[in-house]
């Protein structure tokens, strides 16, 4: 059973930092790609990053150099910073987790690629809300 909590969601001004969290199982965490997506109102869920087992990142193509993912090993837990927070950035962030059949680190892994984040992530918490004003 894989579950993923997230949290540091909040409100924020713009121009404002926030970081997020996921904790996740520890066999989860070593064997799993994993990511964020995010929701807005009226909105389709998009991928926002994610990063494979040995820290290897990806990004959707929207992200500019103001989101970081990142994976703390010694708490398994999965962060993302935002910087320079927009109000176009006022959605709910939720984590996500699966597998890979080819191995990390081989070409071919959906987990470096955003337009397979969607069909691929099977695992997924419940959400944090980030709300820009």
């Known amino acids: 059973h894989v579950q993923l909590v997230e949290s540091g969601g909040g409100p924020v001004q713009a121009g404002g930092f926030l970081r997020l969290s996921c904790t996740a199982s520890a066999d989860t965490f070593a064997n799993y790609c994993m990511g964020w997506f995010r929701q807005a109102p009226g909105k389709e869920r998009e991928g926002v990053a994610a990063i494979d087992n040995a820290g290897r990142s990806s990004y959707a193509d929207f992200v500019t150099r103001r989101f970081t993912i990142s994976r703390d090993t010694a708490e398994n837990a999965l962060h993302l910073e935002m910087n320079s927070l927009k109000p176009d950035d006022t959605a709910m962030y939720y984590c996500?987790?699966?597998?890979?059949?080819?191995?990390?680190?081989?070409?071919?892994?959906?987990?470096?690629?955003?337009?397979?984040?969607?069909?691929?992530?099977?695992?997924w918490g419940q959400g944090t809300q980030v709300t820009v004003s």
């Open positions: 996500a987790a699966d597998t890979s059949n080819i191995p990390f680190g081989q070409p071919g892994s959906w987990c470096y690629d955003p337009s397979d984040w969607g069909a691929n992530f099977g695992f």
